[in-house]
C-alpha cells in the first residue's frame, strides 16, 4: 500500500511532525539527508505507520498520487538543493509543502518556478516548537486554494485544535503562509520583551524574591494574561539550578539569540512606511544583550540615576505592572495585525485578519486569551483600520494607559531599560494624536530640500522661499 504524505528533514521539528502524521492515521515516508536522523526515528516507533527511505526516488515513488511532500528543512539554499532533487521524479499535479521558516520572498520564487512545471507548492507557516509539531500546532498555509485543498484533511487533521476547530486555515496566495509566520515570529520577539521587562521591574523596582514573582506570574495566567509565554515564564522562575540550588534564571547568560524573523518582520515593515516600533524594539534589545562584555565594561563606568528612591507600595504596583504588560501586549499585537492588513492590500492578499487570530489561539506560541478578543474585533469591522479603535480595546487601554505609564516614567526615572513598554506607549499617544509634529517636518524639508507640503486649507502642493 502506498504512503499517504511523505516528510523530508528528520530533526527535532520535522521527525515530531512526522509522528503526528502517523499518530493521525496517516502512512508516512520519511528520508533525510543523511542516514542518522532517519534511523534515530525509527528506532523510538512503536508501532506507527511510518516507512523509511534511503533513496530520493524510492521515497518519491512510495507516495500515492497525487504526491504531497511536506519539507522540515533549514531555511535558504537547503530548500533549493531538496526541491532540486526532488523534481525529477515528480509530476504535475503533485505538491510540496515547505513547513520551515523560509522567507516568504524565497517562497513566492520558488512557488512560480514550480508552477511552471504544473506542481503545486505551498509555503507554510507551523509554529508551536517540538512539543507542538508532535501534538498539534498552529499552521499557516500560503500558495493556491485548490492546491491547499488536496492536502486541508491531512494539515487539519494534524494541527492543534480549539473548540473543535482545527488551528489551520488557507490564508492567502503565494508567500503569505510564510509571510503570516513572520510576523508572527515579530509579535513573539516583542511579547517575550515585554514580560522580560515587566519581570525586570517587580524584580529591580519592588526587590520581589524570584519565586514571589513566578507566584505573581501564576496568577495573571488565571486572568486575561492568560497566554503560553506567562504560563512558561513562571515555571522558568520555578526551576532551581541543580548545580547551585539558585533559581536557574539567576544563573542563565544574559545573550539572547534570534534566527531573523523578527529582523525580516522588522525590514519588511520599514520597506513598506508600516509602525511596527515595538517589535523592532524587542530586536534591538536582543541586539544589545550580545554586547555583554561591552556592557559589564559599562556598568563600571557610566551611572544611572541616584538610587536613592522611596519604596513603591507592592500590591498597588503589582497592579500597574499587570496593566502595562496587557496594554503593552495589545499595542504589539495591535503592530503586529497592521503589518498583516497593510501588507496583504499592498500585495493583493486578502488575508483573513478574524482567521488569522484563531489559528493562533492553540499550538503557537504566541496563542493567549485575548486573540479571541482579536478575531471577533475583526470579524464584527472587517476593514478595522488598527485594533486600539475597536470598542473592546479602546476601552481596556482607556483603563489601563495610566499603570503603564506609571511604570515607564518610574522605570525611567531609576534607570531601568524598558524598551518595548515606552515604545508602547509612544505609539499609544502617536496614534491617537490628530494634530502632530509632522508639519514641522515637513517645513524642515522644504526649507532645505523644496520638498514642497501640502496645507490644511487648500488643496495642492506648495513651496516657500524661507529665506
Not at 512539543?131 to 484533511?153: C, F, Q, T, W
Not at 521591574?201 to 495573571?220: M, P
Amino acid at each position: 500500500m502506498l504512503n499517504t504524505i511523505g516528510v523530508i528533514g528528520l530533526g527535532v521539528m520535522g521527525s515530531n511532525i512526522a509522528l503526528n502524521m502517523a499518530n493521525k492515521g496517516e502512512r508516512v515516508a520519511v528520508y533525510n539527508y543523511t542516514r542518522d536522523l532517519t534511523d534515530k526515528l525509527i528506532i523510538k516507533l512503536e508501532g506507527q505507520s511510518i516507512q523509511p527511505y534511503y533513496e530520493v526516488q524510492d521515497f518519491v515513488q512510495s507516495l500515492e498520487v497525487p504526491r504531497k511532500i511536506f519539507l522540515m528543512v533549514t531555511a535558504g539554499k537547503p530548500i533549493d538543493s531538496v526541491i532540486a532533487a526532488l523534481v525529477p521524479f515528480l509530476e504535475a499535479g503533485d505538491v510540496i509543502m515547505d513547513g520551515g521558516n523560509s522567507h516568504y520572498e524565497d517562497t513566492e520564487r520558488r512557488y512560480d518556478e514550480l508552477k511552471a512545471q504544473g506542481i503545486g507548492y505551498l509555503g507554510i507557516g507551523i509554529s508551536g516548537g517540538e512539543v507542538g509539531a508532535l501534538e498539534g500546532p498552529s499552521i499557516m498555509p500560503g500558495g493556491d486554494r485548490d492546491v491547499y485543498e488536496k492536502v486541508a484533511p491531512i494539515l487539519t487533521k494534524i494541527a492543534a485544535q480549539v473548540d473543535g476547530e482545527p488551528c489551520c486555515a488557507y490564508l492567502g496566495p503565494k508567500g503569505s503562509g510564510h509571510f503570516v509566520k513572520m510576523v508572527h515570529n515579530g509579535i513573539e520577539y516583542a511579547d517575550m520583551q515585554l514580560i522580560a521587562e515587566a519581570y525586570t521591574f517587580l524584580r529591580k523596582r519592588l526587590n520581589l524574591a524570584v519565586n514571589e514573582i513566578a507566584a505573581i506570574f501564576e496568577t495573571w495566567n488565571q486572568g486575561e494574561l492568560k497566554s503560553y509565554l506567562i504560563e512558561i515564564t513562571a515555571q522558568i522562575l520555578r526551576k532551581k539550578d541543580d548545580l547551585t540550588g539558585l533559581p536557574l534564571i539567576d544563573v542563565i547568560l544574559d545573550k539572547t539569540g534570534q534566527k531573523g524573523t523578527g529582523k525580516w518582520t522588522s525590514m519588511q515593515a520599514i520597506d513598506n512606511g508600516i509602525a511596527s516600533s515595538i517589535i523592532t524594539e524587542s530586536l534591538f534589545a536582543r541586539y544589545i544583550s550580545s554586547l555583554k562584555e561591552e556592557r559589564v565594561i559599562a556598568a563600571e563606568i557610566l551611572s544611572g540615576p541616584d538610587s536613592d528612591q522611596p519604596s513603591l507600595d507592592k500590591d498597588l504596583w503589582i497592579e500597574h505592572v499587570r496593566q502595562a504588560l496587557y496594554m503593552g501586549k495589545v499595542c504589539a499585537y495591535t503592530q503586529g495585525f497592521t503589518q498583516y492588513k497593510k501588507s496583504s492590500e499592498l500585495y493583493g492578499w486578502g488575508l483573513p485578519l478574524k482567521d488569522i487570530a484563531r489559528i493562533f489561539r492553540g499550538g503557537c506560541i504566541i496563542r493567549a486569551q485575548f486573540l479571541n478578543v482579536i478575531s471577533d474585533a475583526h470579524e464584527a469591522q472587517p476593514g478595522l483600520a488598527n485594533l486600539l479603535i475597536a470598542p473592546y480595546f479602546a476601552e481596556k487601554v482607556k483603563e489601563y494607559q495610566a499603570g503603564l505609564r506609571k511604570v515607564v516614567c518610574d522605570g525611567v526615572t531609576n534607570g531601568i531599560g524598558l524598551p518595548c513598554l515606552s515604545s508602547s506607549v509612544t505609539y499609544y499617544d502617536s496614534y491617537r494624536t490628530g494634530m502632530s509634529n509632522a508639519n514641522l517636518l515637513q517645513a524642515q524639508r522644504d526649507y532645505f530640500g523644496a520638498h514642497t507640503y501640502e496645507r490644511t486649507d487648500v488643496t495642492g502642493s506648495f513651496h516657500t522661499n524661507w529665506q
